[in-house]
């Protein structure tokens, strides 16, 4: 076996530019470190839960990006073995959130210049590492170009300086990542909104104080003896926070979650190995895809894993579409449910095996069961609204006016259709209402449902809705009271040129066009 093993330098552009198709992930890994090192921090008694913080500062006109923690800082005597190694952690599997070493690398490929800076407390230096990424990957361009070939330690000892500061103040301890030039390729990490909006479900952060399932989450998490992570994490002075509200828009209009619901899931032995939230609403459509927290997002230790749709492709029943539905967290609890290098999922191990198939259970039973027994009640349901809808119009143009008889035939004959469409949804209803009726879940959407006024009065006519629609019952029409100075006999020729132009066009042109010519003739 060769004694001397070479380690190319193409290791950093893996590390850096190759590692992650998504240059956002550079914010999920050093807040990773921080967490980290401000668990370290509590442990010792150096910050409570409440006083250690991670704060971002973006600063578009200078093009920098910093990432600062309170936490235990490094010592200035291991300060250089740290940051310096590449692959080599000190943390523990299972324990730490991170534990590969290579995550403080990744800013090195979206700026020119990296800066690490960290104090102990006690100490009266800080201490700097400052890596020029621009001549680090110009390096590395001409070593695979072959105008130059370079070693790892020529590319590192030409790139990276290290060097102190003097401190007065002994008690500050602290651990920064500054990215200086971002490059223009990674203009988007320098977008404020954008990188907010991404920490809210990415970052181990809390739920806003609006969300007022929050503390039911809080509730089941206690019950089962597990933490949910949160830090106090701040991007330019503003807190960050899970951007879960109690509404939602669909493709048919606005949903809301009326509660939330849990799964648990538990090895052979009986260990919890998982558990999850989601919210409860009527189900009637797909959120849509410009809703920031739609999905059932998977997370460990309260980090996203990969992104909103990581979950997407467990289902065996072929169903992509079920977590659009809804929205709700996967929290991975198992030690041996180990995030990928990349954190886009877990490494294949039996644990994950046991994992994927409690979830394969809960999506292909319990939520595709849901939203498509909200569907067919919701679908129902609608046609119930829209003829009801469609009977307060009606009355309405009763008392209002028609434009002529041709006009109200023609939506009365709509209306006898819809009234029809109406008694098969009811029917419908009842059937589902005997077979799923015994579904807390099902009740729910029932209830919310039938809340409204409108469906009452379907559900249990009175005489007068009955009579809404009588073919004989008097109405106001256009013709008559809009052209009263022109004689009867006129009149009724516009009524049939009405007729006409009704049998030829279709409805709304038709109308465009009786509607001018009344205001001409008045």
């Known amino acids: 076996m060769?004694?001397?093993?070479?380690?190319?330098?193409?290791?950093?552009?893996?590390?850096?530019?190759?590692?992650?198709?998504d240059s956002r992930v550079i914010f999920r890994e050093y807040i990773q470190n921080s967490c980290d090192q401000i668990d370290k921090a509590i442990a010792e008694g150096l910050l409570t839960q409440k006083t250690g913080k991670i704060e971002i500062w973006i600063d578009e006109n200078e093009r920098s990006i910093s990432i600062e923690d309170n936490a235990t800082g490094i010592n200035k005597k291991k300060f250089q073995e740290i940051l310096y190694n590449i692959g080599e952690s000190q943390k523990t599997l299972g324990k730490d959130k991170g534990f590969r070493g290579i995550g403080h690398w990744c800013g090195l490929g979206c700026c020119n210049k990296l800066v690490f800076t960290s104090k102990a407390k006690g100490e009266n230096v800080e201490s700097l590492m400052t890596c020029d990424a621009e001549k680090m990957r110009r390096m590395m361009i001409e070593h695979n170009t072959q105008k130059k070939r370079y070693t790892l330690n020529e590319v590192l000892s030409e790139t990276i300086c290290f060097s102190t500061n003097a401190q007065t103040d002994l008690n500050t301890h602290y651990f920064k990542v500054e990215m200086i030039n971002i490059t223009e390729t990674n203009?988007?990490?320098?977008?404020?909104?954008?990188?907010?909006?991404?920490?809210?479900?990415?970052a181990p952060v809390p739920y806003p104080n609006t969300f007022i399932y929050r503390n039911e989450i809080y509730k089941h998490a206690k019950k089962l003896n597990?933490?949910?992570?949160?830090?106090?994490?701040?991007?330019?002075?503003?807190?960050?926070?899970?951007?879960?509200?109690?509404?939602?828009?669909?493709?048919?209009?606005?949903?809301?979650?009326?509660?939330?619901?849990?799964?648990?899931?538990?090895?052979?032995?009986?260990?919890?190995i998982g558990w999850l939230w989601y919210g409860l609403s009527k189900f009637i459509a797909r959120i849509n895809e410009d809703c920031i927290m739609r999905d059932i997002r998977l997370r460990k230790d309260n980090i996203q894993i990969g992104d909103a749709t990581a979950l997407k492709n467990i289902s065996r029943r072929g169903d992509k579409i079920g977590t659009n539905y809804t929205?709700?967290?996967?929290?991975?609890?198992?030690?041996?449910?180990?995030?990928?290098?990349?954190?886009?999922?877990?490494?294949?191990?039996?644990?994950?095996?046991?994992?994927?198939?409690?979830?394969?259970?809960?999506?292909?039973?319990?939520?595709?069961?849901?939203?498509?027994?909200?569907?067919?009640?919701?679908?129902?349901?609608?046609?119930?609204?829209?003829?009801?809808?469609?009977?307060s119009d009606f009355e309405k143009k009763d008392v209002s006016g028609w434009v002529d008889k041709t006009q109200r035939d023609l939506e009365l004959e709509?209306?006898?259709?819809?009234?029809?469409?109406?008694?098969?949804?009811?029917?419908?209803?009842?059937?589902?209402?005997?077979?799923?009726?015994?579904?807390p879940n099902v009740q729910r959407i029932?209830?919310?449902?039938?809340?409204?006024?409108?469906?009452?009065?379907?559900?249990?006519?009175?005489?007068?809705?009955?009579?809404?629609?009588?073919?004989?019952?008097?109405?106001?029409?256009?013709?008559?009271?809009?052209?009263?100075?022109?004689?009867?006999?006129?009149?009724?020729?516009?009524?049939?040129?009405?007729?006409?132009?009704?049998?030829?066009?279709?409805?709304k042109t038709a109308e465009k066009i009786k509607v001018r010519i009344l205001e001409d003739l008045k």
């Open 327 to 391: 929205v709700g967290e996967v929290f991975a609890v198992s030690k041996n449910l180990v995030p990928t290098s990349q954190r886009d999922y877990f490494e294949d191990n039996k644990e994950r095996k046991i994992f994927e198939q409690h979830l394969n259970n809960f999506f292909t039973g319990t939520l595709y069961h849901l939203y498509h027994r909200g569907s067919d009640f919701n679908s129902a349901y609608d046609k119930v609204d829209k003829h009801g809808q469609m009977v």
């Open 414 to 439: 709509k209306l006898k259709v819809s009234e029809k469409n109406k008694d098969d949804a009811l029917k419908k209803i009842e059937k589902l209402k005997d077979r799923y009726g015994d579904d």
């Open 446 to 507: 029932i209830k919310e449902r039938e809340s409204k006024k409108e469906i009452l009065k379907i559900i249990k006519p009175s005489k007068k809705h009955d009579n809404a629609i009588d073919e004989k019952a008097k109405s106001v029409y256009a013709v008559d009271t809009q052209l009263s100075h022109y004689s009867k006999q006129e009149r009724k020729l516009v009524a049939r040129i009405f007729s006409i132009i009704s049998n030829s066009v279709d409805t």
């Open 187 to 202: 203009d988007h990490l320098l977008n404020l909104t954008e990188i907010k909006d991404y920490l809210s479900f990415v």
């Open 226 to 272: 597990v933490s949910i992570d949160e830090y106090n994490i701040t991007v330019d002075g503003e807190p960050i926070v899970k951007k879960y509200t109690t509404h939602f828009e669909t493709s048919k209009g606005r949903d809301d979650i009326s509660g939330v619901d849990f799964e648990d899931f538990y090895d052979e032995n009986g260990n919890l």
């Open 2 to 21: 060769q004694e001397n093993v070479i380690i190319g330098v193409n290791i950093l552009e893996t590390l850096t530019t190759g590692m992650y198709s």
